[in-house]
Structure formats: C-alpha cells, structure tokens
C-alpha cells in the first residue's frame, strides 16, 4: 500500500526518536538516508521509500532544525548526477555511489561542456577508446563548476567519430583522483574561481564506470541536462524569498532611495517572481508522474531572466553604495551562493544565469520547437558523420 503523509510524519517521528540531531552531522545524514528519508520518491535502500515525491516537503518540515545538506556545494550531485545514476545506473552503480552523494561525504561535478563545444554539446571531441575492461579518456572540458573538490564527475565522450554528432557518444562517471585528471581554476568576472577547466590525459575508467550502453550517451544526457534545467530553474524558494526578498528589503529600509519609477519595476519584478515561483512549484509536483520535460527549459530561462533584472535592480536602487564591491581578492570558493555577499557581487554572478545549465538561446530553441511546436532551425550536420564535421 502507497504511503500517505500520515505515515511519512510517523517514519521520520520515528527516525527523530532514536537519532540526536546535536549529536554527529554524517552519522545523522548517513542514518536519515537508511530510514528513507533523503529522497522519498526513490526506492527503498536507495534512500527512499518509494513514495510520492511530493512528500518530501512532509519529511522537511518534520526534520527542520536537524543537520541539513550544503545545497551550494551538492546541487550537481543531487540535481543532476543522482537522477542519472537512478535512471541508468546499474545496482551496484547506484548502491556504490547514492550514499555518499547524498550526505556530501563524495561531491560531485559535471564534465560536459568543452571550449569547442559549448552550447552545441552533440558536438563535444573529448575521445574515449575502449582498453580491454577499460576507457582511456583524452580531451578538455570547461566551465565546470566545483570540480577542484570533487571527488566523482559525470562525464561524456565520444567513442565513434564515424556516425553523426549524437549517436557517437558515450556517458561514463569519471573519477577525480584517477591519473591524468587535471583542474586548473578559471577566474571569473566575480574575482573567485568558482569554474574550472578540466583536463584529461590518458585517463583510465573501468567498464563498471559505464552509464547506459555505448553510443548511448545522448540520451543519458538529456536525462541529466534537463534535471539541470528544473535543480538550477525550478529550486523551492519562499514566497517573497531569494533576490527579490533582498531587493525589498532595500526598499522598505531605504526610503530616501524610492522613486516612482524604481517602485513601478519593483512591483513588475515582484510579480515576476512570484509567478515564477509558483510555476516551479507546479513543475515539482509534475515531476512526480516521472522525468523533467522540456517545460524546465522554461523556467530555467525565466529564471535567468529574472535574476539579472533584480540583480541589475539592486544595484540601481542602492546609488553609489550599489557601486561598492566587496573583495576583488582572488580566491576558490568553497560552494555557489547567488543570493550572499553584496549587490555588486550578486550582480556579477547572475551574468552567469543565462549561460550556465544551458544558454538561453539553446533553452528558446528547445521551448520553441518541444513545447509550441514550431519548426527546427536548419541543420546541416544532422547525417554527417562527426569527424567530417567542419572544425
């Protein structure tokens, strides 16, 4: 019988009752996940109990004040990497790596984008060549977020350059630690390197580090990519909360700032987000009839959108104090925080909004042509083999 909410609130009563939130974090978080209460709509011993994803919010609120998960740092792995691995990883695959995913003691990266192939993923050249029971991987990757602490990365390459761009590639996990994996800091428009590039050099992975078949990585991907899109698009956010909350915060305690003009945008972007936010509440619980569709692309773009509107706000609405950045110092960040620190700096990395996860012409194309339905773009390539693609 499916589990109800009554019976979710007694599971995690029951987990309280003999777990002490003061006591051990990862002894906690290791214990939340046996009982099943990391991820609810996932199957039992993968930290779930199999029910209705819109549970969790039960098992939140039950267990709000006890040791949480450091969202900046795991979003990858929890939005992105985990749903692949439960789609197509294999039992041991997702036996060996859920766990630690989840409680943070492994994090996690995505090596997907490349200096050649950004937007156009299909396109990506890194090789790999199969090694008896293992791949040798060779290439560069870009733009990837947190992978100077990680310790696993989802990864795809190319393992047949003699069909066309999409049917060519493969989807592997990669280790971090293994020879020949090189991260080199990327600094950004922030001053912090929060990106890197990753280089790989004759870098070994087993067979068992295969996800889905060979030449499958394709479809792998969009599995992940459109996880993506909802992780970075669709994040629960309290009404009135994020960059908006911020933003009014100014306001209320700024009057001697407020202009007519400035209080007519406000009111539109408040709104704004609001609608915003209630759709990604919408696409939630949509998700609980099964995987993301292109509907995330929407709200990922809405998202970035709305972003750089209030960031750019705030900035506005503060005058010269807006002006004043914080710390230029060079450094790594430990996680991603798009609402901390000052207006300047929240200003600058929502530049970042509209290329990460997807540009925002990559996301129009897709709700043009997956959701309204219109015809594709011209494509070329479509049936050319990828090493005979122009470079």
């Not at 943070?104 to 396109?123: H, K, R, V, Y």
């Not at 090789?127 to 870009?142: F, L, M, N, S, T």
């Not at 936010?277 to 998202?303: D, I, N, V, Y």
């Amino acid at each position: 019988m499916a589990l109800d909410e009554k019976a979710v609130r007694e599971r995690a009563a029951a987990f309280l009752a003999g777990h002490d939130p003061a006591g051990d974090r990862l002894e906690f978080l290791r214990a939340r996940f046996d009982a099943g209460l990391a991820w609810v709509h996932f199957p039992e011993g993968l930290g779930g109990l199999g029910a209705a994803r819109e549970l969790q919010n039960v098992v939140e609120r039950e267990l709000e004040g006890t040791p949480q998960l450091d969202l900046g740092v795991q979003t990858i792995g929890l939005g992105m990497a985990a749903p692949t691995i439960l789609t197509f990883g294999t039992d041991e695959q997702r036996k060996r790596f859920l766990r630690p995913l989840w409680t943070g003691e492994e994090i996690w990266c995505q090596l997907f984008s490349e200096p050649g192939a950004g937007s156009d993923l299909a396109t990506l050249g890194t090789r790999a060549v199969r090694d008896g029971d293992e791949w040798v991987v060779d290439g560069q990757k870009v733009w990837t977020s947190g992978a100077h602490h990680s310790r696993w990365a989802i990864l795809v390459a190319r393992t047949d350059a003699d069909v066309p761009k999409h049917r060519g590639l493969t989807y592997f996990v990669c280790d971090m630690h293994a020879p020949g994996v090189e991260v080199r800091p990327l600094r950004q428009i922030t001053g912090e390197a929060e990106f890197n590039e990753v280089f790989l050099t004759g870098v070994r992975l087993g067979d068992d580090l295969r996800l889905g078949e060979v030449g499958d990585g394709w479809r792998v991907a969009q599995t992940t990519l459109m996880n993506e899109r909802v992780a970075i698009g669709g994040a629960p956010v309290r009404r009135g909360g994020g960059v908006v909350g911020l933003v009014t915060e100014t306001w209320r305690s700024r009057p001697e700032l407020r202009t007519h003009d400035l209080h007519q945008r406000l009111l539109r972007l408040w709104v704004e987000a609001e609608v915003t936010r209630l759709a990604g509440t919408r696409l939630r619980e949509q998700l609980s009839a099964g995987q993301p569709g292109p509907e995330g692309s929407g709200m990922k773009l809405a998202f970035a959108d709305l972003n750089q509107a209030l960031s750019g706000l705030d900035v506005e609405l503060r005058g010269e104090d807006g002006l004043v950045y914080d710390d230029w110092t060079f450094r790594r960040s430990d996680t991603v925080d798009f609402f901390g620190r000052g207006p300047g700096y929240r200003y600058l990395r929502a530049k970042g909004n509209s290329i990460e996860g997807g540009t925002s012409e990559i996301l129009r194309n897709i709700i043009a042509e997956r959701v309204l339905g219109l015809p594709s773009e011209p494509r070329v390539d479509k049936d050319v083999p990828w090493k005979d693609l122009p470079r």
